[in-house]
């Protein structure tokens, strides 16, 4: 059983950053880690995962370039660092996690709370 929590979100300005983190209860070296966004109105999405090492990584295209996804399998944690941010950007992020390198929501076994970014223009 692995439990996570997000921190990290807030109130921004567009072109501002943010570092997003999510803690596990457990040992999360066997699982890929996945950032998912939830906008009002909107379904689900994915914004960036990980393999269990790091080594394998995917950005959706919306955020390639701009978002940088990271973990520290010693502290058990994941990060996701959020620069040039956009109001378009703005929803409930969720970190995830499962036992598959993949990013369809549907394949992660874990979630979290989720945290709030807004972005203003």
């Known amino acids: 059983q692995v439990q996570l929590v997000e921190s990290g979100g807030g109130l921004v300005q567009a072109g501002d950053s943010l570092r997003l983190s999510c803690a596990a209860s457990?040992?999360?070296?066997?699982?890929?880690m996945g950032w998912f966004r939830q906008a009002p109105g909107k379904d689900r999405e994915i914004v960036a995962t990980?393999?269990?090492?790091?080594?394998?990584?995917y950005y959706a295209d919306s955020v390639r370039g701009r978002f940088t996804s990271s973990r520290d399998n010693n502290k058990n944690m994941a990060f996701l660092q959020m620069n040039t941010l956009k109001p378009e950007d703005t929803a409930v992020y969720y970190c995830?996690?499962?036992?598959?390198?993949?990013?369809?929501?549907?394949?992660?076994?874990?979630w979290g709370q989720g945290t709030q970014v807004t972005v203003s223009s």
């Open positions: 995830a996690a499962g036992l598959v390198y993949t990013s369809r929501p549907t394949e992660y076994h874990y």
């Open positions: 990980m393999d269990g090492t790091g080594g394998r990584t």
């Open positions: 457990g040992r999360t070296v066997n699982y890929a």
